[in-house]
């Protein structure tokens, strides 16, 4: 007589495979990546794209380097992160016109009337060895130099905070201050 091969209970081998499953998925941490939030600006219309467009001032460009230590470079000098988003607001406002910060050109605004609007733009420029903590810090705060002047302004003019106001009175908050931050490709700036 034939001897049988035993068969291998397999009935509770998908009940363990799922337990396995649900225990890694309970244990497993999730890291939650930190990014930017940024909107572009849409693209102008074909016939606005103008290939002569003049070169702009030393004076309008308010030059931020990091290099490959994390070392921040403000207008040639050597500056901390917690020091940026101060020197970006007096850039960007220049209360006083000073001849070394941007040009203003006078415009009129919607609840404001005549207005300087500051010709300046913010250079960001990081070397390819920076760290990512470094570059989100710097982002954010070049971003938050912008977004404090809209507050401040805001609750000067309209008595109340930036995000609750009417659209209409945050466009024209947003056309004295504009967000006029421009990121060059990042490169070999120093070390490493």
Not at 82 to 93: G, I, N, P, Q, V
Not at 120 to 146: C, F, H, K, M, P
Request: proline share 7%; glycine share 6%.
């Amino acid at each position: 007589m034939a001897r049988k091969v035993p068969e291998i209970p397999a009935s509770s081998l998908a009940d363990i495979a799922f337990m396995l499953l649900i225990f890694f998925l309970v244990t497993t941490t999730m890291d939650v990546d930190s990014g930017l939030e940024r909107r572009l600006p849409p693209m102008p219309p074909e016939d606005q794209i103008d290939d002569d467009t003049p070169p702009i001032k030393e004076r309008n460009v308010f030059v931020v380097l990091v290099n490959a230590q994390d070392q921040l470079l403000v207008e040639g000098d050597w500056t901390d992160v917690k020091d940026l988003r101060d020197k970006a607001k007096e850039f960007m406002a220049n209360p006083n016109n000073s001849e070394n910060l941007p040009e203003k050109t006078m415009k009129q605004v919607p609840y404001f009337g005549e207005v300087g609007i500051t010709k300046g733009v913010i250079s960001l420029r990081n070397d390819v060895g920076t760290s990512y903590g470094t570059y989100i810090a710097v982002q954010n705060e070049l971003v938050a130099a912008i977004n404090e002047l809209r507050e401040e302004t805001a609750n000067q003019k309209f008595g109340k905070s930036f995000d609750r106001l009417e659209s209409d009175q945050q466009d024209a908050i947003k056309e004295i201050y504009p967000s006029k931050i421009s990121e060059a490709e990042p490169k070999k700036v120093g070390g490493r």
